[in-house]
T-cell receptor, first 115, second 112 residues
Framework: NAGVTQTPKFQVLKTGQSMTLQCAQD?????MSWYRQDPGMGLRLIHY???????DQGEVPNGYNVSRSTTEDFPLRLLSAAPSQTSVYFC??????????????FGEGSWLTVV | AQSVAQPEDQVNVAEGNPLTVKCTYS??????LFWYVQYPNRGLQFLLK??????LVKGSYGFEAEFNKSQTSFHLKKPSALVSDSALYFC??????????FGPGTRLSVLP
């Protein structure tokens, strides 16, 4: 009963380094997304995808890159890490098919610190 | 554009007392409204949602929420709070583009 799996759980990066946060879901969900959570700001959408080969920007996309080569995987890449990217990152997925009432399911989060 | 407000950063309630966590929303068209709970160092867990039908929605762990269209509210309630209910609660609305818009969150503390 895996659901949405994120790796790594914790990561410390130096400014300027790049890394990839992995996200995989086993529920055959079309829709996948990445959020960042910062104190007092709730969750903000970084990028999202409505199916393999389709990605789009959310509210705060700068400094991040995504791809969706398969239905299951949706990795988030930090191109050149900055201290402002210190945050908790959540991957989430849901069925799509045009029905906005579908529930979205979250991974357990990735805690990223950029020093 | 869709938006969600949670007017209280923090709600404190004594164990055994009823609790309410407030949420108001702004959407164009029919609202699809959700409540999620986040425990420390964990991801968000789905509690309940309103799509259509009965204005009182029942969810997990004894929680319920009341949809009020005229007041554009979707308050989360529980008749008797438990210490284990202490967590961060998020209200969310889903827009036509499939993306969720989350409120800033309300921290619930249930005091023994």
């Amino acid at each position: 009963n895996a659901g949405v799996t994120q790796t790594p759980k914790f990561q410390v990066l130096k400014t300027g380094q790049s890394m990839t946060l992995q996200c995989a879901q086993d529920m055959n969900h079309e829709y996948m997304s990445w959020y960042r959570q910062d104190p007092g700001m709730g969750l903000r959408l970084i990028h999202y995808s409505v199916g393999a080969g389709i990605t789009d920007q959310g509210e705060v996309p700068n400094g991040y890159n995504v791809s969706r080569s398969t239905t299951e995987d949706f990795p988030l890449r930090l191109l050149s890490a900055a201290p402002s990217q210190t945050s908790v990152y959540f991957c989430a997925s849901s069925y799509s098919t045009g029905f906005s009432g579908n529930t979205i399911y979250f991974g357990e989060g990735s805690w990223l610190t950029v020093v | 554009a869709q938006s969600v407000a949670q007017p209280e950063d923090q709600v404190n309630v004594a164990e055994g007392n009823p609790l309410t966590v407030k949420c108001t929303y702004s959407v164009s068209g029919n609202p699809y409204l959700f409540w999620y709970v986040q425990y420390p160092n964990r991801g968000l867990q789905f509690l309940l949602k309103y799509i259509t039908g009965d204005n009182l929605v029942k969810g997990s762990y004894g929680f319920e929420a009341e949809f009020n269209k005229s007041q554009t509210s979707f308050h989360l309630k529980k008749p008797s709070a438990l210490v284990s209910d202490s967590a961060l609660y998020f209200c969310a609305v889903r827009d036509f583009g499939q993306n969720f818009v989350f409120g800033p969150g309300t921290r619930l503390s249930v005091l023994p």
